[in-house]
């Protein structure tokens, strides 16, 4: 049985196996709050160790390492970004309270925890990620990358880039006069 809950940017399914959650922890080409921007193909190298090992990518409570709340079932780059998809445990307390909380809406964000392995800056002195180690994946109530959310659609995820480079378009033309 399965029971379905929805928002406008989040699909939450509960399973007996847990609550299962999905979205984008990472896209590229968008900067984050701290200028960072990761590039395509920056998690391609990690995600193949990973694989390989035989290890797995951490689903935390907030970055902390002390609080595993789920697994990640499935991790992959695609044309947008890294996008997740996992369960929160239900034997465990917080992640019983990050589910309410996520049915609530009161947070959906996703961050990422990583060691830059190769970066460079551009000519407005953000780093631009090449390659990425990637340690964990967050559920965060404010995530670096603004638009790192539980449930981001493909579409929704298009409109977003759109706005985002007209806007870069506009602050350019802005700057320059």
Not at 2 to 30: H, W
Not at 125 to 143: C, H, K, M, N, Q
């Amino acid at each position: 049985m399965e029971t379905k809950f929805t928002r406008p940017l989040a699909d939450v399914a509960v399973t007996p196996d847990g609550t299962a959650i999905e979205g984008y922890a990472s896209l590229f080409g968008l900067p984050d709050q701290g200028g960072d921007i990761v590039e395509r193909g920056a998690y391609a190298a990690s995600l193949k160790r990973l694989a390989s090992a035989g290890e797995s990518v951490k689903l935390l409570w907030q970055h902390d390492p002390a609080q595993p709340i789920g697994v990640w079932d499935e991790l992959r780059e695609d044309a947008r970004g890294l996008y997740v998809k996992g369960r929160l445990l239900p034997d465990v307390a917080r992640a019983r309270e990050a589910a309410v909380l996520i049915r609530a809406g009161a947070i959906d964000g996703l961050s990422i925890g990583y060691r830059t392995v190769r970066a460079t800056k551009d000519d407005q002195g953000r780093r631009r990620l090449a390659e990425i180690e990637l340690w964990e994946v967050s559920l965060v109530t404010f995530p670096m990358l603004r638009e790192a959310r539980l449930g981001a659609k493909g579409a929704d995820l298009a409109l977003l880039h759109q706005m985002t480079a007209a806007v870069a378009a506009a602050r350019t033309r802005l700057m320059g006069q």
